[in-house]
């Protein structure tokens, strides 16, 4: 029962480009996350957004919500080589003290 | 150091066998979950535990096992039950705050084949 479905499923681009990702879900939530997965690492946290924020900001990370449209957008500016990863978002619904992961989307930046 | 740690790193397992992955966390975290990961997947959460001596079904529990009998451990048993076990195993904990799970922390993860 994954509720987050991201796309695109895969992004290449150059360094210095901007990367951006989507991710959809179905239910109501408390809070929206994104997480990062090297290749065969566990994943990171980046980045949380509670259900009544609209916008945040990490460094290069941003963050947006959409809760009418029960969607997410993460932009990570001036992308980096080292950025290269695999790129989940999770919805943690009400009432529950679990995450729902999506499907993921691979970001390549070639240097 | 504080975090969370998962052993082994890679298990072979032969058909009929049951194995056991450990997974330890010294963040006084009260919840502690299990997910599988496939090639090109997302993760799906198999069984998490919110107390000691509790723990509840996630969306693939058929064929695993786990125990709670310290809050600082979470062990998972592949049993012969599960009929495709090769894959990656994420451990994950979290501290809970309110109704709603917060940021999760994962172990570096358990790659599992079977022979």
């Known amino acids: 029962s994954q509720q987050g479905e991201e796309d695109p499923q895969a992004l290449s681009i150059q360094e210095g480009e901007n990367a951006t990702m989507n991710c959809s879900y179905k239910?109501?939530?408390?809070?929206l996350q994104w997480y990062r997965q090297n290749s065969g690492r566990g994943l990171v946290h980046l980045i949380l957004i509670r259900s009544n924020e609209r916008e945040k900001h990490s460094g290069r990370l941003r963050v947006t919500l959409d809760t009418s449209k029960k969607s997410s957008s993460l932009l990570i500016t001036a992308s980096r080589a080292a950025d290269t990863a695999s790129y989940f978002c999770?919805?943690?619904?009400?009432?529950?003290?679990?995450?729902?992961f999506g499907t993921g989307t691979l970001l390549a930046v070639q240097p | 150091d504080g975090g969370i740690t998962q052993s082994p790193k890679y298990l072979f397992r032969k058909e009929g066998q049951n194995v056991t992955l450990s997974c330890e966390q010294n963040l006084n975290h009260d919840a502690m979950y299990w997910y599988r990961q496939d090639p090109g997947q997302g993760l799906r959460l198999i069984y998490y535990?919110?107390?000691?001596?509790?723990?509840q079904k996630g969306d693939i529990a058929e064929g695993y096992s786990v125990s709670r009998e310290k809050k600082e451990s979470f062990p998972l048993t592949v049993t012969s039950a599960q009929k495709n076990p090769t894959a990656f195993y994420l451990c994950a904990s979290t501290a809970l705050r309110g109704r709603s799970t917060d940021t999760q922390y994962f172990g570096p993860g358990t790659r599992l084949t079977v022979l």
């Open positions: 239910t109501s939530i408390n809070n």
């Open positions: 999770a919805t943690a619904a009400r009432g529950t003290n679990k995450l729902i």
């Open positions: 535990s919110q107390i000691v001596n509790d723990f």
